[in-house]
C-alpha cells in the first residue's frame, strides 16, 4: 500500500468555476476525512466519513462543498463556484476505526488557487 | 476563539542543541496531544503523543511534556538534527472524538 493518495497536486481556476479533488485512503482505513489548510494556520476539519456514510460535517462546508465515498472506498471533494477564500491546501487522511483521531495518515494535499 | 495556540511561528536552533516547541490549549475537555511534522508539499506526518493520564513521554530524540494545570504542553528534540527543519502542529482531541484541533504551527529550523 502506498498510502493516501490524492490527487491532482495543484489545481490553478478561475473564479466561478467547479473543481472535484480525489483522495484514495489506505485500503484498510474505513474512516476518511478532509481537511483544509491555509497559510500561516493548522488544518480545520471540515468532513469525516466511516465507510461510505458522512457522519460528521464541519460549518466551515458551505453548500458550495460537498463530499462523497461512494462504496466506502476513495472519496471527491467538489467545490462549486469557487471563490478566492477557497484558495488553500485541501488534505485527506485516513484512518482504522479502532484508531480513530490518533491514527491519521495523510495525504500529500491538492493546493487549490482560484485567480 | 482557537483551542490550541502555538505562538512562535518559528524557532531557530544550532545543531546539536535542544529544540523546544510550545503549545497552549484552553480545553480542558482535550484528553490527547498529539504532535505532527510538516514538511514542504507534504501532509502532516504523526511524531508523537501523549494521553491526559501522563505527563511526560519519550521516542528516541523526542520528549512530550505534558502539564495539565497549565494547559501546557511542550515537545523537546534533542540533539536536533538538519532534518528536523519542518513545520511542527500541536494537535489535541476530546476523547472517542473523531477530528483533531490544531494550533497554527512552529517552523523550526536547525542551523548547522
Known amino acids: 500500500d502506498t498510502g493516501v493518495s490524492q490527487n491532482p497536486r495543484h489545481k490553478i481556476t478561475k473564479r466561478g468555476q467547479n473543481v472535484t479533488f480525489r483522495c484514495d485512503p489506505i485500503?484498510?482505513?474505513?474512516?476518511l476525512y478532509w481537511y483544509r489548510q491555509t497559510l500561516g494556520q493548522g488544518p480545520e476539519f471540515l468532513t469525516y466519513?466511516?465507510?461510505?456514510?458522512?457522519?460528521?460535517k464541519s460549518r466551515l462546508l458551505s453548500d458550495r462543498f460537498s463530499a462523497e465515498r461512494p462504496k466506502g472506498s476513495f472519496s471527491t471533494l467538489e467545490i462549486q463556484r469557487t471563490e478566492q477564500g477557497d484558495s488553500a491546501m485541501y488534505l485527506c487522511a485516513s484512518s482504522s476505526e479502532t484508531q480513530g483521531a490518533y491514527g491519521y495518515t495523510f495525504g500529500s494535499g491538492t493546493r487549490l488557487t482560484v485567480v | 476563539d482557537q483551542q490550541v495556540k502555538q505562538n512562535s511561528p518559528s524557532l531557530s536552533v544550532q545543531e546539536g542543541r535542544i529544540s523546544i516547541l510550545n503549545c497552549d490549549y484552553t480545553?480542558?475537555?482535550?484528553?490527547?496531544f498529539l504532535w505532527y511534522k510538516k514538511y514542504p508539499a507534504e501532509g502532516p506526518t504523526f511524531l508523537i503523543s501523549?494521553?491526559?493520564i501522563k505527563d511526560k513521554n519519550e521516542d528516541g530524540r523526542f520528549t512530550v511534556f505534558l502539564n495539565k494545570s497549565a494547559k501546557h504542553l511542550s515537545l523537546h528534540i534533542v540533539p536536533s538534527q538538519p532534518g528536523d527543519s519542518a513545520v511542527y502542529f500541536c494537535a489535541a482531541s476530546a476523547y472517542s472524538n473523531y477530528q483533531l484541533i490544531w494550533g497554527a504551527g512552529t517552523k523550526l529550523i536547525i542551523k548547522p
Open positions: 501523549i494521553s491526559s
Open positions: 485500503s484498510e482505513h474505513n474512516r
Open positions: 480545553n480542558s475537555m482535550f484528553d490527547y
Open positions: 466519513f466511516q465507510n461510505e456514510a458522512q457522519l460528521e
